[in-house]
């Protein structure tokens, strides 16, 4: 209570009763003029309670006064940050992307063996030769005339895995086949078997002269890899 207020209080109450009735009314004047002024300043908050206590949701607080700048200058921070962010983002995507597909293509030293050249003169005749192309044996077979025959004569029509001679090779006398059992994938022994082809130890597979499996457990003839004569005397696997 201000010093003025509360000597106008003493002097009312000194003061005889109708000046004390008219001070009074000055005074209760007064409280309504200050009672006006303060309900016209009184804050509403977002969150206040309407009619039947209901919260009102409809309020929008107002953030006028934590925006900073011009609408210009905020668009372009905006662009920038999102610009920015965005360049960031596609480059680490881009090195991931990269790493992840040099892991996985193959080593210089699979790419190295990816074809295989060899040279048919230091083969005799009759004899096998195995070459590792790709991590898997080939086997290289320089036939004899005997064997083109027998590999000929053999009623293809009726094996498990029918094919004629003439379809597994390009050059009779040259017979290439990668050396790895159709049953399970072992690696058959050559010139044995009953067949004089190849013998796979394992379960038993017979494979003959032209490498198609003709007794035991194996389902498919010997596979032929790609290949091709360079020249007479040099092949290229792969
Ligand atoms: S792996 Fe050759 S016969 Fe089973």
């Not at 309020?59 to 905006?78: C, D, Q, T, V």
Request: proline share 6%; hydrophobic share 35%; glycine share 8%.
């Amino acid at each position: 209570m201000s010093l003025t207020h509360r000597a106008a209080t003493t002097l009312v109450r000194r003061a005889p009763p109708a000046v004390r009735q008219t001070a009074a009314a000055v005074q209760q004047q007064r409280r309504t003029k200050a009672d006006a002024s303060t309900s016209q300043a009184v804050f509403t908050s977002p969150f206040h309670r309407g009619q039947n206590n209901q919260q009102d949701t409809t309020a929008i607080p107002s953030f006028k006064k934590y925006r900073g700048g011009s609408e210009a200058g905020n668009k372009l921070f905006s662009y920038f940050m999102v610009g920015g962010l965005g360049g960031l983002s596609a480059l680490g995507a881009k090195d991931t992307v990269q790493n992840f597909l040099v892991n996985m293509s193959a080593s210089a030293d699979v790419l190295a063996q990816a074809k295989v050249e060899v040279d048919l003169a230091t083969i005799p005749e009759g004899k096998n030769v195995i070459i590792k192309w790709r991590g898997k044996p080939v086997f290289v077979r320089h036939r004899t005339a005997d064997e083109i025959k027998e590999a000929d004569d053999t009623d293809w029509a009726k094996l498990r895995d029918p094919q004629p001679d003439s379809a597994r090779v390009k050059k009779p006398e040259w017979l290439i086949m990668v050396g790895v059992c159709t049953h399970l994938g072992c690696v058959p022994i050559g010139e044995s078997g009953d067949f004089g082809g190849w013998f796979c130890p394992c379960h038993g597979s017979h494979y003959d002269i032209s490498g198609r499996a003709r007794k035991g457990p194996a389902p498919l003839n010997l596979e032929i890899p790609e290949y091709d004569f360079m020249d007479e005397t040099n092949l290229v696997i792969g």
